[in-house]
């Protein structure tokens, strides 16, 4: 079947309407029909031609947060019928490696990505190769539930990433850098289940008062963190958690930490990253990469959604200004998630 879709066939020029073919849907496969694909910096750096992984090659079709509802299954789906809303996982496994037995399905060598080496969810209709990577939604719109693909579960893997680090101290103190896409769910996430205090880190004011919004206890900027961590905690921050990724960030970040802490590094937006070597050796600190998470962590984001304990803020933009999305979001000044709605 054929499928409208925003087409990239030119590095750093305007996504392309075209049509698509859809395999049939055979065995495990599901053909699911969009209703929000959520738009990411990752988005970004694959247009730019600065991201790609094995397998990548032009014409795709960008997006890898995506939700919708089930169209059509092959013979050997389970558990999912037409109209069934879901969710999709965005890295597949092979289900062969000692990772993806683990369930770790994002440290497989032989991923695939829907959006970054195969085709994703900038389209009226998306081929998923098996009910095993969906997840069903209940009572949630898919258009609003698109996010959770990736920010809400690279946000939840995040945490989990963080909590021994923090789950040993009564007055954890949590330093989360960079309030944007991710930031919405992990504040929420953070407050819903711990009691901790957050501190949101932006240079913007509109971004830390959305951050005030969902429950940061503080919202400051980055040159104001040392003399707040003496204030609030002397000892330092028990953790935190940065989606920026640039060496000031994760150096600043790090010095802040108590001993035995750890700085979790999310974002990608610089080539390295630094700290005090002394620092890092003598008080026991760490600097750990936490990528993605695992389908478990999107299915408990669903579930929290699903409770009224985490909201999306979305922007939503039809497929046909998905060059407008991508704009909006490069620009920097956007602090909701942006959502292509193909129909």
Avoid at 26 to 41: D, N, P, S
Avoid at 194 to 211: D, G, P, Q, Y
Avoid at 243 to 255: A, D, F, H, I, N
Avoid at 267 to 278: C, D, Q, S, T
Wanted: with cysteine; aromatic share 6%.
């Amino acid at each position: 079947m054929k499928s409208r879709a925003a087409l990239l066939t030119e590095y750093g020029k305007p996504l392309s309407m075209g049509d698509i073919e859809i395999p049939d849907p055979v065995g495990e496969a599901v053909i699911l029909k969009v209703e929000g694909a959520g738009v990411c910096r990752t988005d970004l750096r694959i247009w730019r031609g600065v991201e790609a992984r094995p397998g990548f090659k032009l014409p795709i079709v960008l997006g890898h947060e995506n939700a919708g509802r089930v169209y059509a299954v092959g013979d050997s789906v389970v558990g999912l019928k037409e109209g069934d809303p879901v969710i999709v996982y965005a890295t597949w496994g092979d289900l062969s490696c000692r990772y993806c037995r683990e369930g770790r399905y994002s440290l497989c060598k032989n991923q695939v990505i829907p959006g970054q080496n195969t085709n994703g969810g900038f389209s009226e209709y998306m081929y998923v190769p098996s009910y095993r990577w969906l997840v069903k939604l209940g009572s949630l719109s898919p258009k609003d539930a698109a996010p959770l693909a990736d920010a809400g579960t690279t946000s939840m893997g995040a945490v989990r990433s963080a909590i021994p680090y923090f789950s040993k101290h009564s007055d954890a103190l949590v330093l989360l850098n960079g309030i944007g896409g991710l930031a919405i769910y992990l504040i929420q996430i953070l407050k819903s289940l711990f009691n901790v205090t957050v501190v949101a880190i932006s240079r913007k004011e509109e971004h830390r008062e959305l951050a005030r919004k969902l429950g940061a206890d503080y919202a400051i900027e980055l040159k104001e963190l040392e003399d707040l961590v003496k204030r609030v905690r002397p000892e330092g921050a028990s953790v935190a958690i940065d989606l920026v990724g640039t060496p000031e960030s994760v150096s600043t970040l790090t010095s802040a930490l108590s001993p035995g802490g750890a700085t979790v590094v999310v974002g990608m937006e610089g080539r390295k990253v630094e700290a005090v070597n002394f620092d890092l050796v003598v008080w026991d600190k760490a600097i750990v990469g936490s990528n993605y998470g695992t389908i478990n962590d999107l299915n408990d984001v669903v579930k929290l959604t699903e409770a009224g304990k985490v909201r999306s803020i979305i922007t939503q933009y039809s497929l046909d200004d998905v060059n407008s999305a991508l704009s909006s979001l490069d620009s920097g000044e956007v602090s909701s998630r942006l959502v292509i709605t193909p129909k």
